[in-house]
C-alpha cells in the first residue's frame, strides 16, 4: 500500500479481518466502506489541524479513536486492523483496561530483575577473570578463561532480548530497556551511598519505570519510543547529586 494511505477495517468478529475480499463476497458477508478525505471532510479540524495530522503525527490514532467510538456503542467490544501495516487492535471494557496494569506491573519486574541479575552476573564473572589474570601476571601461574559462564550469560541476554522485543514490537526498545536498566543498577550500585539516595531512588526509578510500561501496555505501544524517552527524563530529574 502506498505510505500516505490509511486504510483500517472493523469488526465484531476477529475472524472476518483474517478473510480476503473475495472470501467475504464469496461467504456473502456485508461489508460497509467509508472513504474519507482530509481535504473536504470536516471531522479531520481545521487547516492547521490538517497540516498538524498530515507531517506530524499521521492519522493513524485519530482513525483508531473515531473507531473506539463505534465500539463504545457495542460496549467496547471488537477487533480494529490497519490493513496497510498489518496491525491488529482489540477494544475492551474500562475494567480490563484497568486490570492491564497489573500485568504490566508483573512484566516490569520480571524483565527489570532478570536482566539486573544477567548483568551482574556477568559483572562478577569478568571481576573473576580479572582478578586471576591480574594474578597470572604477578606469580606466572597459568589461567582458565571463563567461556563458559560468559556465554551462557551473553546468550541469556540474547534471548531476553529477543523476549523483549516480541512483547514491545521493537528491538530497539528492547535493547535501551535493557541499557537504562544497567545504568540504574550501575547508579544504585556506585553512586547511591547517602540515606536519602539508597531509600528513595530506587522507588523513584520503578515508579517511573512502570509508567512506561503501563503506557505500552495499555496503549499498545502507541508512541512507545517517546514514552521511553520521557520515563528516561523522569529518572534524571529524579537523579540525586
Not at 479481518?17 to 471532510?41: A, E, F, H, M, Y
Amino acid at each position: 500500500w502506498p505510505e500516505e494511505e490509511y486504510i483500517v477495517e472493523y469488526s465484531l468478529e476477529y475472524g472476518f479481518l483474517r478473510l480476503s475480499p473475495g472470501t467475504r463476497q464469496r461467504l456473502n458477508i456485508p461489508v460497509k466502506i467509508v472513504t474519507l478525505d482530509p481535504n473536504k471532510d470536516a471531522c479531520f479540524g481545521d487547516a492547521f489541524s490538517r497540516f498538524i495530522l498530515d507531517e506530524f503525527l499521521g492519522y493513524d490514532d485519530l482513525l483508531l479513536a473515531s473507531t473506539k467510538t463505534l465500539a463504545e456503542q457495542e460496549d467496547n467490544k471488537g477487533y480494529l486492523r490497519n490493513v496497510v501495516t498489518g496491525e491488529h487492535y482489540r477494544f475492551v471494557s474500562m475494567w480490563m483496561a484497568r486490570t492491564s496494569y497489573l500485568a504490566a506491573f508483573f512484566i516490569m519486574l520480571v524483565f527489570t530483575v532478570s536482566i539486573s541479575m544477567l548483568l551482574r552476573y556477568s559483572h562478577h564473572q569478568i571481576f573473576i577473570f580479572i582478578v586471576d589474570l591480574l594474578h597470572m601476571l604477578e606469580f606466572n601461574v597459568a589461567i582458565t578463561f571463563p567461556a563458559a559462564p560468559l556465554l551462557t550469560v551473553i546468550l541469556a541476554l540474547v534471548g531476553m532480548e529477543a523476549i523483549m522485543s516480541e512483547f514491545f514490537n521493537d528491538t530497539s526498545t528492547a535493547f535501551y530497556i535493557i541499557l537504562i536498566v544497567w545504568l540504574a543498577d550501575q547508579y544504585d550500585a556506585i553512586c547511591c551511598h547517602t540515606t536519602i539516595s539508597k531509600r528513595h531512588w530506587l522507588r523513584f526509578f520503578y515508579l517511573y519505570h512502570f509508567s512506561f510500561y503501563a503506557y505500552h501496555y495499555r496503549f499498545n505501544g502507541q508512541y512507545s519510543g517517546l514514552a521511553l524517552v520521557t520515563s528516561w527524563l523522569f529518572i534524571q530529574v529524579r537523579t540525586p547529586v
